[in-house]
């Protein structure tokens, strides 16, 4: 059974940058899809960002496009959240899930989730 790892996450200045890694382990992503959830303290968790691991398609939450990019690397076997530019509001646990058949933004198609990392921004 395929497990996710993430690593990456931190406390960065509002402006900075960081990259997050959900790594597999015990199997690899196949034809599915990866996504990147996050969850901010007394809210639900909410899309981010997703990839077709086959392909390459992607998908992007209105409220990252144009700071963030979803990028996957065969070799690694790791999908990669490189988040440019981050706010206050990016502050949450960031969650990596996979085997969703596309880049969908809904969390019940991915069947395996990751424990997560926290990024902090402060203003």
């Known amino acids: 059974q395929v497990q996710l790892v993430e690593s990456g996450g931190g406390l960065v200045q509002a402006g900075g940058s960081l990259r997050l890694s959900c790594a597999a382990s015990g199997g690899t992503f196949s034809d599915y899809a990866v996504g990147w959830f996050r969850q901010a303290p007394g809210k639900e968790r909410e899309f981010v960002a997703a990839i077709r691991w086959s392909v390459g398609s992607t998908n992007y939450a209105d409220s990252v496009k144009g700071r963030f990019t979803i990028s996957r690397d065969n070799v690694k076997n790791a999908v990669f959240l490189q988040m440019n530019s981050l706010k206050y509001e990016d502050t949450a646990v960031y969650y990596c899930?996979?085997?969703?058949?596309?880049?969908?933004?809904?969390?019940?198609?991915?069947?395996?989730w990751g424990q997560g990392t926290q990024v902090t921004v402060s203003s």
């Open positions: 899930a996979a085997g969703a058949p596309l880049a969908t933004m809904r969390q019940g198609a991915y069947r395996t």
